[in-house]
C-alpha cells in the first residue's frame, strides 16, 4: 500500500452534492451502509460507525501532545473554531483527532484486512503479472476481461467483473472497451460499444498548499509515533460549501535516505536543519472542483 493511513471518510456534504447532480446511489445515506460494513471503529459507536468489519480505526492518542500538535489545536480553538470529537460523524467540523488504519504501528492494508482472511478460501484464485487489454463486453453486459500475462493473450470468462484499475486506468481500460466519447474513441480506431461523453474526463488534481517554518528554540518536534495529530476541517471564507479546506501540520521529516538528494530535508535554507522545520498544509476539500 502507498498511503498515509488517513480513515478520514469523504464528507457527507460531498456524496449529497454528486447525488444533486443526478448521481442519486452515492448519496450519503446510501454510502453509509458500506463505510460501516468496512470498518471496526475502537472508539466511537453509534449508528455512524462499524463495529464488525474488516478495517480498524482508530485515533491515536498515545503519550502527551506533541508541541506542535498542541500549539495547532490552541492556535484553532482561538481563532473561534470549535472542537470536533469524531470526524467521520454527520458534522466533522473543526479540530479533531485524525481517525487512522494503523494498529500497534502496523498499517492494516487491504491484503491484511481483506485478503489474507480470505486466502484459504478455495473459490479464491489471485493471479499477478496478468496484464488486462480491455473488458469483454456482450449486449451491453461486462462478461469478462481480455488479459496478456506470460506473452499469451486470452479472455477470463465471468459473471461479474468489477473494474477496480484506479483513478487513470479505469476509465482508460472502459476507453479501449469501447466505452467512452464518441470522437475520441474514433480517433484511436475503437469500435464504440457504448457512448459515454463523461468517460476519461475531468481528472482533478487534489490541491495542496503548504507553508515551511521553523519552530521556536526550545521547543522539540518529537512526540510517541503514535502521538495525536489533528486537522481541521473548516469552510472558506465566501465559500457556498461547507467544509472545504483542510487544515493540518506536521513536523518535517528527519535526515533519512533518499533517493533524489535533498527532496525531502532541504525545507528552508542549509542554516535550519530539517528537524526543527514544520509545515501547515491546507488541502482543498472539494471532490467536485468548484
Ligand atoms: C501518496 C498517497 C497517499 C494517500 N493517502 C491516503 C490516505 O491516507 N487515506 C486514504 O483514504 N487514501 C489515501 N490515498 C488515496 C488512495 O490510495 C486511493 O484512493 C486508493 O488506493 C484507490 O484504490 P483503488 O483500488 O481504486 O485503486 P488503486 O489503489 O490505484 O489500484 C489499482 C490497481 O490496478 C492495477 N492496474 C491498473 N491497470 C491495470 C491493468 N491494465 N491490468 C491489471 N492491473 C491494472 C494497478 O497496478 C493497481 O494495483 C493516497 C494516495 C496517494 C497516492
Redesign the pocket.
Known sequence: S?????MQRGLPEDFDSWSAMGNDEWSYDKVLPFFRKSEHDLDIRDDFHGTDGPIPVRRRQTGPWPDIQKAFHAACLDAGYGAVEDTNGPNPAGVGVWPSNNLNGWRMSAAITHLNPMRHCLNLTVRGE???RKVLIKDLKAVGVEVESGGEVFNVEADRVVL???AL?SPH?LMLSGIGPKDQLQKFGIPLVHELSGVGQNLMNHLSAQITFKVKDGLSLHGDVDAVHFGLHYTSNGSSEVNDMLLRTTPMVSQRPERVPGLRTKYLNNEVPPDRVARLSVTLGLPDGS
Open positions: 502507498i498511503n498515509g493511513q488517513a496478468v496484464f488486462v477496480s484499475a484506479g486506468k481500460l
